[in-house]
């Protein structure tokens, strides 16, 4: 079992930043993938950006040269800087991490959500 608990979410205008944290503990595969999705009201929930265990890194359209997704391996950490932030960005933000065991099982775990909203 894997535990997710991320930190950093709040209140900020348009324009600002925030810096999102999740750290991960319990039974993590070496190879892995962590990542952060986003759910606004009323809308499904949606990819936001991925890390491998490698750096290798994917973006939403939405959140490309805004948002930089990062993470420390050796703290089972991934964070999520989010920079010029638009009214659009509001939503509850749900840290991901996904591995796969050498049986071929597939694990996908989540974070409990922290609220990003952005308002003047």
């Known amino acids: 079992q894997v535990q997710l608990v991320e930190s950093g979410g709040g209140l900020v205008q348009p324009g600002g930043s925030l810096r999102l944290s999740c750290a991960a503990s319990?039974?993590?595969?070496?190879?892995?993938?962590m990542g952060w999705y986003r759910q606004a009201p009323g809308k499904q929930r949606e990819l936001v950006t991925g890390i491998t265990n490698s750096g290798s890194t994917n973006y939403a359209d939405s959140v490309k040269g805004r948002f930089t997704i990062s993470r420390d391996n050796a703290k089972n950490t991934v964070y999520l800087q989010m920079n010029s932030l638009k009214p659009e960005d509001t939503a509850v933000y749900y840290c991901?991490?996904?591995?796969?065991?050498?049986?071929?099982?597939?694990?996908?775990?989540w974070g409990q959500g922290t609220q990003v909203t952005v308002s003047s």
């Open positions: 991901n991490l996904d591995q796969k065991a050498r049986s071929g099982v597939a694990y996908h775990y």
């Open positions: 319990g039974s993590i595969f070496s190879k892995n993938t």
